[in-house]
């Protein structure tokens, strides 16, 4: 059997750099080098909503302001991710490297982890990391400094402007945008927040060069992403892969002979059914994924998969925004209706309709994408749902 | 605001804003109305409900309206197709968790989410009821608030109120999800937590989740009962407010057809709470002056500077938030209470009426004070002395309820006894009025001369500034009170308790030193109380002031003293200010509780 799937060792490849040599070289450069280095990359943000790194920085960096902040989102709360717990528990360093190289290009003291509730069994040993780390920056000259927060407990708290709140002592609501974090982010001072495997490719990019970098992937998804693979498979667990791939590829790897479907993206992802396998590309310019990945096998009801999703987003939406906290009861309600007889089967087309406009109305990333997974099934195993 | 200007188009008209303007601004200036729930002109931007969304050409996400600066190259529909439905679904969203029964509703007819539902043509019933099945809790533990969950839309505009304006947070969001809701702390009952009462959050709330609690049924009953002696006092703001329910613009002064509608209504005396606001000053007056002197002559200690106590919701504030100033509080009853005191004592012996016969009813602007009138304290007659206390707006209902057409009374005088009073009783209604009045009668008390002001406005301590100071000279003074000579009297004035928070603050670190302060739970005073008309915001408070001191100017005499009843009732019946009449019936104590 060929397989076109490319799997990559440069995240947890432990003697492939010294992350303080990595940030005394980068010391050496100047920012805008650094900065364009990683444009130049087309690294995007690991964390789901894939903004280009670079720009992000970039932006931080113009901003006039005395105080700045880089914060790692370590808050991890997709259903089915596992990755960043992985990448922090086997190389820390590199995720510390690069938020410091971040602090030097944009002109941040201070630095924070906000690591999932769930993580703090890792607390003491990062802390003491983190302590080391903060020492060797003040050796090699960088007047920056990270601490760790521990997390709320709440999805929405992954959310960035959530998280902000979260740590500013506040109730973990996402905030309006814009402003954008580069501008009005943690305590009000424009802030670079970026996915824990983000910070590690930025640290890579900076010590092997983007041209490396630029070797893997496509066009519109450069390098190579950590995914976390779960559900119907012989081999759950965490691989790093080449992005550019298609579902078929990812299938005839994981998969158990028997898959029918893959949720790319964790419960706010896509749907990919059989049918579409062949032509559906993992990334930018197909369906993009913080990393998850579930395979599902023709023993699985889509309808309990579709109602375990939406009973997570309704116990997890942060409940501010009428779209979002209404909406998803609606979306779970209603199909639990038609199961029952108690709606007709049209009225799947009402909740498709409901859906749309949870996607463009609700206030934060979390009901706006609600619509990804319900549509997708609603879609692709409509019988299912029904009968 | 920058002085940057950015274009824009909203539905293809090319518009001009300085930097920083919201989206919704930007259109209000095209006269084109974006609706809002969530928003609120007193209170910061929350873009929690989304009913404003408009869509931003070429963006993927709609924008929501309050919370979005416009940008230069903008362009903004905010009445197409994807808008509307979008804001369809959302009312018909907040309608699919709400108890909709409109008609069992007090805010029927005075509903923002009810006019959206209208307006927009909403199919109520598109969506699952989820309402129904669900346990949500009607709080009546209050005598002052009604909270009931199953009316609220979770717009926050409440949470805001409360620790924006107010400082004080009893109210705060809880819970996520689908159980996300407006929560006390640890969820007591109203009644036990920090709430002082004011009745803001009432005045912002856009729909029936929190109103006041009622007792037109009981006056209603009480007027029916042939037995009953029913006298009424209206507060000073009310009639300046009242208007506003019955179909005038905000401003109008309706104190003659105010009096007209109770005589309607068939309170037996219709009397002025004016009467007791013009006592308060002869007596709080006279115990600034002895506290004065007590500091400066006999060099006792005594609590300086010296807080106003008229304003229920600022007592409690205090009893809860800075007991250790219980002493500085002026020991006075708020002039509703004084009035009640009197109306059961005074008025019946005058009148001849057994005081248990006597029904004590106060329209007041003020939610506070129906906690007031059911303090325990307040029982100096032998009986509870203030028996109901309804809002302008249940007065408002009350007319509409007897079918009169308020607009075409003619104006009647207010019965006697109790009935007479002066502007500087009117004033008490605005933000500064107690100071301004407490001044006008206290300086001529001293120097025998009339306040150094210009037609006796005292203008420094008028206007809608969260915190205003002013400085007094006391020069020329009459022999007995030569020790006042030359001092600079230091008087502030604070109106919405945050503000009364911030100065509270200063006053305990012994940043500023004062005499004589005076602090209004509500934003504008009265005026802007927790009963008054909703909606409110800061042009309907300025016009509803403006009409307070039009009134003011409009009346005979301008200074409590001068007030013949107020010298009647000294000379039969209570003696002199702080007499030990006065203190057993006007007077009272506070108590200190707990911070949350
Ligand atoms: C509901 C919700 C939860 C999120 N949770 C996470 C998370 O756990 N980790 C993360 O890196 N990003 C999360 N994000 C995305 C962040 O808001 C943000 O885009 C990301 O941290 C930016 O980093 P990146 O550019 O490196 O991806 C979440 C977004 C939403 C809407
Ligand atoms: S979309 Fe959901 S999670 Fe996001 S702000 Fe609205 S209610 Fe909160
Ligand atoms: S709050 Fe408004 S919509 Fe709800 S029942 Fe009352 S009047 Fe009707
Ligand atoms: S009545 Fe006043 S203090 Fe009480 S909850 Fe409302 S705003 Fe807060
Ligand atoms: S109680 Fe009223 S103001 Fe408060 S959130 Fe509910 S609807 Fe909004
Ligand atoms: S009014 Fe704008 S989101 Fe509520």
Known sequence: MEN?????????????????????????????????????????????????TGLKWKFAKAQPSDIKYVVCNADEGEPGTFKDREILDQVPTKVLAGMAICAYCIGAKEGFIYLRAEYNFMLNKLNQIVEEFNSKMKEVGLNFEIQIRSGAGAYVCGEESALFESIEGKRGEPRNKPPFPTVVGLFGKPTVINNVETFVYTAMINHLGAQRFKELGTQDSRGSKVFSVSGDTPKAGIYELELGMTVEDFVKEFGDGDTKAVQVGGASGHCVPRKKFENTIIGFEGIPTGGSMMLFNSSRSMYNVLKDYLEFFTEESCGQCTP???????????????????????????????????????????????????????????????Y | MSNYMVNLKINNIPVSVPEGTTILEAAKKLNFRIPTLCYHEDLSVAGNCRVCVVEQV?????????????????????NSNKVRQARKHIIELLLSEHRADCTECYKNGNCELQDLAHEYGVNQHLFIDLARKRNYTIDRSSPSIIKDDSRCIRCQRCVRTCDELQGVSALAVAYKGEHQKISTFFEHPMFEVVCTNCGQCINRCPTGALIEKTYIDE?????????????????????????????????????????????????????????????????????????????????????????????PGWIKFQEHLFPNLLENLSTCKSPQQMFGALAKTYYAQKRGIDPKNIVSVSIMPCTAKKFEANRPEMRSSGYQDVDYVLTTRELGLMIKQAGIDFMKLPDSPYDNIMGESTGAAVIFGATGGVMEAALRTAYEIVTGREVPFRNLNITPVRGFEGIREATVKIEGCLPEWSFLEGVELKVAVAHGLANAKKLMQAVNDGILS??????????????????????????????????????????????????????????????????????ELLHTHYIPRKRY
């Open chain 1, 4 to 52: 076109k799937l490319k799997k990559v060792d440069l995240i947890f490849c432990k003697t492939c750099q010294d992350d303080i040599e990595v940030v005394k070289k980068a010391l050496k450069r100047n920012p805008d080098d650094i900065i364009n280095e990683i444009i130049d990359s087309g690294l995007k943000g690991r964390g789901g909503a894939g903004f280009p």
């Open chain 2, 58 to 78: 070429g963006a993927r996400l709609l924008q929501a309206a309050c919370a979005i600066p416009a940008s230069e190259g903008m362009e903004i529909l905010t």
């Open chain 2, 219 to 311: 006056v209603w009953d009480a007027i029916n009962d042939p037995n009953k002696h029913v006298v009424v006092q209206t507060a000073p703001a009310v009639r300046i407010g009242l208007g506003e329910v019955l179909g005038y613009e905000p401003g109008e002064r309706v104190t003659g057809k105010m009096v007209t509608a109770l005589k309607l209504l068939g309170f037996d005396s219709v009397l002025d709470t004016d009467f007791t606001a013009d006592l308060t000053i002869m007596e709080e007056g006279t115990e600034l002056l002895t506290r004065l002197k007590k500091a400066l002559v006999d060099k006792e200690k005594v609590a300086l500077p010296m807080m106003t106590s008229c304003s």
């Open chain 2, 514 to 583: 004062y005499h004589f302060i005076e602090v209004m739970a509500c934003p504008g005073g009265c005026l802007g109380g927790g009963g008054q008309p909703i909606p409110t915001n800061l042009e309907i408070r300025k016009k509803r002031a403006e009409a307070i001191y039009a009134e003011d100017e409009g009346m005979p005499l301008r200074k409590s003293h001068e007030n013949p009843e107020i010298h009647l009732i000294y000379q039969d019946f209570l003696g002199k200010p702080l007499s030990h009449k006065s203190h």
């Open chain 1, 324 to 386: 979002c906290r209404v909406g998803c009861q609606q979306l779970l309600k209603g199909i639990e209706a038609v199961k029952r007889g108690e709606r007709p089967a049209s009225y799947l087309e009402e909740l498709k309709k409901l859906a749309q406009t949870m996607r463009i109305a609700a206030k934060c990333g979390l009901g706006q994408s609600v619509a990804n997974p319900f549509i997708s099934i609603v879609d692709n195993f409509k019988e299912e749902i029904i």
